[in-house]
T-cell receptor, first 112, second 113 residues
Framework: ELKVEQNPLFLSMQEGKNYTIYCNYS?????LYWYRQDPGKSLESLFV?????AVKQEGRLMASLDTKARLSTLHITAAVHDLSATYFC????????????FGKGTKLTVNP | GAGVSQSPSNKVTEKGKDVELRCDPI?????LYWYRQRLGQGLEFLIY????????KSGLPSDRFSAERTGESVSTLTIQRTQQEDSAVYLC???????????FGSGTRLTVV
């Protein structure tokens, strides 16, 4: 059974600092998805990582995927307050429904 | 449509009543998923549709929960005899080609009082 673990679950950081959120998954998966959720809102797609070694960047966020280590990272560079949100990673089950299995989320607070 | 549409956005119901939640996926998206998100929690998978068939219902928590999809389009999630533990946000997502990702609707916030 596919399990997805994120850490940390809570992250408080100062503006201008860098940090990395980690996402581990338990069984083989060739894709990994990152989403952002603001309070009371739905999920916004951030990154779709499709292969081993994939790296994608958007603004101050960069995501990478290592399928051999079953690890994805979301790196935050020079954080700003607007990045405050909950970030979820999700991996699809293989074959069948390819339903997404989500981590518990990382609640990020960026303080001035 | 341009995105995944869900209705109602909010629903307050009395314990024991039945509710219907609607999802209108992106046109042409053959795969449709229902998830539940309890307050402060992650997303729990409920059911998956491919076309009008539901080959994976493994996440439905009890027989009070059912769902259908018609015309390879709109899906309805029905909860019978609602209980307080059913209170959550119910999210729908659709996908045509997983490499392009899964698009989520804005959700229905269900409160059972």
């Amino acid at each position: 059974e596919l399990k997805v673990e994120q850490n940390p679950l809570f992250l408080s950081m100062q503006e201008g600092k860098n940090y990395t959120i980690y996402c581990n998954y338990s069984t083989t998966s060739d894709r990994l998805y990152w989403y952002r959720q603001d309070p009371g809102k739905s999920l916004e797609s951030l990154f779709v990582l499709l292969s081993n070694g994939a790296v994608k960047q958007e603004g101050r966020l960069m995501a990478s995927l290592d399928t051999k280590a079953r690890l994805s990272t979301l790196h935050i560079t020079a954080a700003v307050h607007d990045l405050s949100a909950t970030y979820f990673c999700a991996a699809p089950t293989q074959g069948g429904s390819e339903k997404l299995v989500f981590g518990k989320g990382t609640k990020l607070t960026v303080n001035p | 449509g341009a995105g995944v549409s869900q209705s109602p956005s909010n629903k307050v119901t009395e314990k024991g009543k039945d509710v219907e939640l609607r999802c209108d996926p992106i046109s042409g998206h053959t795969a449709l998923y229902w998830y539940r998100q309890r307050l402060g929690q992650g997303l729990e998978f409920l059911i998956y549709f491919q076309g009008n068939s539901a080959p994976d219902k493994s996440g439905l928590p009890s027989d009070r929960f059912s769902a259908e999809r018609t015309g390879e389009s709109v899906s309805t999630l029905t909860i019978q005899r609602t209980q307080q533990e059913d209170s959550a946000v119910y999210l729908c997502a659709s996908s045509f080609f997983p490499d392009e990702g899964y698009t989520f609707g804005s959700g229905t916030r269900l409160t059972v009082v």
